[in-house]
């Protein structure tokens, strides 16, 4: 145990929030003389939705419970779908390892260590029909979390062409794509990365064809969490979602859509970290930029298009592998803030997960986090309940300003797309992240357990492997090249091709393309072929 | 500095990668490549010390292939491989067995990471090359 230090120690004597914004030490009416509440504020559920996007809030309906699931092969991640199905989950979370999140074959070289690690392997749509074997998914919401372009769209035609081979209509579909070009090409590295733009344009695919078929899914969610783990602080977070939504409307408007027929299902997806008043002003911040960017530039008539909605999932990034229990601390009150903040829908991170996949215990306690939440702190009751707090509205006010002031940055810089194109991006989100590494090794930022309150209890890590998804998949692979009428799959490959190189929407190739049985990665290699390659600008 | 097959996540290579830079160092970073590749650029680098980051768990698969080719292009004795990232205790000492000269797990410091790389490298060959 730490030795010369009381039981508390001493408060950092840094007084800044987390993404620095200087802290007085108490706050005032005057703080927040500006704030004009029916202008700024308004009620819940009403313009400019700082105080939530929903009049009675939590007393109409409930956060979405939603917990994470995938790993394997199909048939053995379709069992745990039955069983949180069998539990009472509500939603399915369905997570796809990275060979098949960046459209590749399992049979692929480079994939030999990770298929079917940390998320379920789909090669072509026979996997895709075994996946939700049996699973209502005319009934329940299907969040599939498939974060890069270049392979959500074809994993997604093959979703579209299981529930039509069902005879279910997309009508009924209800779910989430995430489709994140920021996660290709700026979160996460991968061989072999598409141009920034061209991922762009294939993730506005998705929203276009969405808008003209399935009303009810939500083609694109903007991975704020994730641009939170790979550096950003919360501004830069709620700044770049909101910069990425716009860019989105902005092609679907010059793709000659009027804003109403597709800004009501634009969503996004936000962390939940520890600085609990910053977490808590970010999230009213950005929904009041948000309607504000849409009123101003889009004018829309339906009000759902400038309402930002939004899940959760508290971070891992702010999780220790040391000490692992002091994680359910930390991630109920990440999870307070999402509350207090407004979340549409909640993920609590499991306490093991900077140690392993989530054990049972663990995912058990996650979930018993959120119900304590619900029904024991009544933090539930009442819309907004941090209205009014000089200190919150203050942050909200700054945050707002901050925002805004990132917003005119990246317009400055050509756009988002140009700031990924140049590096920009990157060398932000490392720089915020290099910077916090540093104030933790220093000790200037505290961590209990890891630079502080330390002790001596070594750390176990612990993977689980799942040996078999290889074989089964190569296996897979050469069943469907030998059993499938390869003219057809050539033909429609070529179709494909010819879509992705000139303007047509690419995703009504890729069902016909995965129905006539080309795999995934066949999919996914037209656009490689076309515009791949590209280095991402990191050093 | 490489990242084996699909492992996606680079932002703990960027920061090793960052601060040994701030140290005076000279990096390349290749992103995700084969086993051939990270090996082919450890000799046309003349490099001194090859990092590889996993957070995906593909090292088990993959640093046992990259030591097999260090050695049969004969390199092995003029590199030192280092391993990074989320490594179980008895991955990492398989790993050292094979060949592996040092794994830096969950929760080392940028400094300890630098510092190994100073001691190591400057008692087998000379000065950091920059």
Redesign the interface.
Known sequence: MSHDEDALGSLAKDYRTTSGIPVEQAYTADDIADLEPARDLGLPGEPPYTRGIHRNMYRGRLWTIRQLAGFGTAEETNGRFRLLLDQGATGINCVF???T??G?SSDH??????VG??GVAIDCLGDMVQLFDGIPVDDVSVSLVLSNPVGAGAIFAAYLAMARRRGIPWEKLRGTLQNDFLMETVV????NILEPAFSFRLSVDVVEFCMQHLPQWNPISFAGYNYR???ADAVQEAALVIAHALAVADEMVRRGHPVDSFAPRLSSFFTADNDLFEEVAKYRAARRVYHRMFEERFAPRDPRSSRLRFHVQTSGAAL???QPLNNVARAAYHALAAVLGGAQSLHVSAYDE??CLPSEAAALTALRTQQVLVHETGVARTADPLAGSYYVEHLTNEMERRILAYLAQLDELGGLVAAVESGWVHHEL?GT??DR??AI?SGERKVVG?NCFTDDV??????F?FPSALEHQVETLEELRRTRDAGAAAKAIAELRKAATGRENTLPRLIDAVEAGASIGECCDVFRELHGGW??P?? | MA?????????GA??V???L?QRGME?V?I????PEEIVRTVIDEDAQVLGLSSL???????VPRILKLLRAEEVMDRVKVLLGG????E?ARALLAQGVAAVF???S???DIADWIEAAVGSGSGAVHT
Not at chain 1, 109 to 114: F, I, M, S, T
Not at chain 2, 86 to 89: G, K
Request: charged share 20%; hydrophobic share 40%; net charge negative.
């Open positions: 390892d990275f060979v999140n960046r590749f070289p480079l994939a030999e260590g990770d690690q940390g996460l590295t991968a061989p783990e790979a550096g220790t592998a040391q900077a140690l490392l992240s290099y590494e540093l090794t890891v070594p750390i176990e890590i612990e993977l492997r280095q991402q990191l050093l | 990242k084996m097959g699909f492992d996606a996540h680079y932002r960027m920061m990668a960052r601060h830079v990096v970073y992103g995700n490549r084969l995906s768990g593909n090292h088990m698969v993959m989320v490594v179980p205790r991955d797990g969950t929760g410091s940028l400094d």
